[in-house]
T-cell receptor, first 114, second 113 residues
Framework: DVKVTQSSRYLVKRTGEKVFLECVQD?????MFWYRQDPGLGLRLIYF???????EKGDIPEGYSVSREKKERFSLILESASTNQTSMYLC?????????????FGSGTRLTVV | KQEVTQIPAALSVPEGENLVLNCSFT??????LQWFRQDPGKGLTSLLL?????REQTSGRLNASLDKSSGRSTLYIAASQPGDSATYLC????????????FGAGTILRVKS
């Protein structure tokens, strides 16, 4: 069964900490994405990557960075966590190119910054 | 800019009813539309993917239709069950943005036993 795996379901971090959220996919997908989901705001794209070492900003990249050293792994980094980054974080992957690629999502990481 | 709207925001029905969830989008230049299910505190599970050239897709009790020219999609759930209770999200992949998805806010469905 193909899947996208997020390393942590729940995380509690302190303000100012550097936080790493990890995502691994086993489908050989070129594209990987990080979204955050907040009540009333829906899903918003933070960053995405279409190849190893390639990244593009999404709609809300401020306060975040990403790393993609291997095709299967996409990391989201909060350089200095703040309380307004408390949220549900969702990783997704898909094949690259035009047309009908389906997106597969991970189970999510609920991050609380105190 | 592509916008996706889902109506209703919430729906409560008795078990066994057939129901329809609606999704509309403002720009018909899309590659595809995808329906997802999300259980509380969990990630998204893909239900159906409709390519821009298709009119509908079916999986079990679920049927999704797409009318690209009018910017509408519906998700039909037959003989609803309490286990169908979840949030249902639709998302389009606009041609303008390449590989990115634009999501609606979702419909929260509760099926009462």
């Amino acid at each position: 069964d193909v899947k996208v795996t997020q390393s942590s379901r729940y995380l509690v971090k302190r303000t100012g900490e550097k936080v790493f959220l990890e995502c691994v996919q086993d489908m050989d997908h070129e594209n990987m994405f990080w979204y955050r989901q907040d009540p009333g705001l829906g899903l918003r794209l933070i960053y995405f990557s279409y190849d190893v070492k390639m990244k593009e900003k999404g709609d809300i990249p401020e306060g975040y960075s990403v790393s993609r050293e291997k095709k299967e792994r996409f990391s989201l980094i909060l350089e200095s966590a703040s309380t307004n980054q408390t949220s549900m974080y969702l990783c997704a992957s898909s094949f690259h190119g035009t047309g009908g690629a389906s997106y597969t999502f991970g189970s999510g990481t609920r991050l609380t910054v105190v | 800019k592509q916008e996706v709207t889902q109506i209703p925001a919430a729906l409560s029905v008795p078990e066994g009813e057939n129901l329809v969830l609606n999704c509309s989008f403002t720009d018909s230049a899309i590659y595809n539309l995808q329906w997802f299910r999300q259980d509380p505190g969990k990630g998204l599970t893909s239900l159906l993917l409709i390519q821009s050239s298709q009119r509908e897709q079916t999986s079990g009790r679920l049927n999704a239709s797409l009318d690209k020219s009018s910017g509408r999609s519906t998700l039909y759930i037959a003989a609803s069950q309490p286990g169908d209770s979840a949030t249902y999200l639709c998302a389009v992949r606009p041609r303008e943005y390449g590989n990115k998805l634009v999501f609606g806010a979702g419909t929260i469905l509760r099926v009462k036993s």
